[in-house]
């Protein structure tokens, strides 16, 4: 089993629509949690953290639930520019371990 | 602006040469930086840690006295794929981690460098 699974997408939707990702962790020491985002052959760039008590930025929502292992990135009214690989991230013991990444297209 | 640089941004090399790549923090320093690899359609694997003043950390299965790294500066790592083959092409990424407050703030990550061995 991977530390760090994603949904395996790809997600193609309209604009406007809402589209939520899941992931999940397997050890349960991990300390910290990102989503990233990876343009086609680009460096992935850090979207935002993640806290258990949840955080929004704009149009987009993160999610940790430490006891189920999951975190969740939530997207609203989606826009041709949010077309990308979403990374989710688990940091722990100063190492971090990417998950496969989902792939998101907003069509017009 | 980029916080971490990488040189060079792509490189085309014959079979069993080596091609260094270098790896810069622009504004901050970093006692520890990561080597990536990341093949199409496929999520970054971390290949290594590379450590100021001391010997990198290499990842199970890879092979360190093929990818050479050597951080010499508080702001410089290099990795050297010695002997490239055309399986050794990939994108490889580098990152480090800012430190704020003692505590590990952001991975920041280069532009990255695509190598293609021919």
């Known amino acids: 089993r991977k530390e760090v699974e994603q949904d395996p997408g790809p997600f193609n939707v309209p604009e406007g629509a809402t589209v939520a990702f899941n992931c999940t962790y397997s050890?349960?020491?991990?300390?910290?949690f990102f989503w990233y985002r990876q343009d086609c052959r680009k460096e992935p760039k850090l979207l935002m953290s993640v806290y258990s008590s949840g955080n929004e930025d704009g149009r987009f929502t993160a999610q940790l639930n430490r006891a189920s292992q999951y975190i969740s990135l939530l997207i609203r009214d989606s826009k041709l520019s949010d077309s990308a690989t979403y990374l989710c991230?688990?940091?722990?013991?100063?190492?971090?371990?990417f998950g496969d990444g989902t792939t998101l297209t907003v069509k017009p | 602006g980029a916080v971490v640089s990488q040189h060079p941004s792509w490189v085309i090399c014959k079979s069993g040469t080596s091609v260094k790549i270098e790896c810069r923090s622009l504004d901050f320093q970093a006692t520890t930086m990561f080597w990536y690899r990341q093949f199409p359609k496929q999520s970054l694997m971390l290949m290594a840690t590379?450590?100021?003043?001391?010997?990198?950390?290499?990842e199970q299965g890879v092979e360190k006295d093929k990818f050479l790294i050597n951080h010499a500066s508080l702001t410089l790592s290099t990795l050297t794929v010695t002997s490239a083959h055309p399986e050794d092409s990939s994108f490889y990424i580098c990152?480090?981690?800012?430190?704020?407050?003692?505590?590990?703030?952001?991975?920041?990550f280069g532009p990255g460098t695509r190598l293609t061995v021919l």
């Open positions: 590379s450590n100021e003043g001391s010997k990198a950390t290499y």
């Open positions: 991230v688990v940091r722990g013991a100063g190492k971090s371990t």
């Open positions: 050890n349960s020491a991990s300390q910290s």
């Open positions: 990152s480090a981690p800012r430190i704020a407050g003692g505590v590990a703030d952001t991975q920041y």
